[in-house]
Nanobody
Framework: QVQLVESGGGLVQTGGSLRLSCAASGSIFSINVMGWYRQAPGKQRELVARITNGGSTNYADSVKGRFTISRDNAKNTVYLQMNSLKPEDTAVYYC?????????WGQGTQVTVSS
């Protein structure tokens, strides 16, 4: 059984920064993709950023230049450094892990950016 545990959400003012972490545990295939998605009230869940075990990344256009995704393969942990936060970044952020045909989600962590 794979578990994803997120941390680091909270309340921050516009222009501030937060760092999210997600630690995965269990039987995890070494070739995988870890990522962050978010869902704002009344909206669909959307990709924020993702990173392969080899370090390849891709980002949503809305966060390019402000957010940075990274990972520590030895710890099966993925990070999301969020800078220059905007009110429109307010959402529940979910960690995601995909390998082979398996797809796992964390419980979500709230990020609120006040104007």
């Amino acid at each position: 059984q794979v578990q994803l545990v997120e941390s680091g959400g909270g309340l921050v003012q516009t222009g501030g920064s937060l760092r999210l972490s997600c630690a995965a545990s269990g039987s995890i295939f070494s070739i995988n993709v870890m990522g962050w998605y978010r869902q704002a009230p009344g909206k669909q869940r959307e990709l924020v950023a993702r990173i392969t075990n080899g370090g390849s990344t891709n980002y949503a256009d809305s966060v390019k230049g402000r957010f940075t995704i990274s990972r520590d393969n030895a710890k099966n942990t993925v990070y999301l450094q969020m800078n220059s936060l905007k009110p429109e970044d307010t959402a529940v952020y979910y960690c995601n892990l995909v390998f082979i045909t398996q797809n796992y989600w964390g419980q979500g962590t709230q990020v609120t950016v006040s104007s």
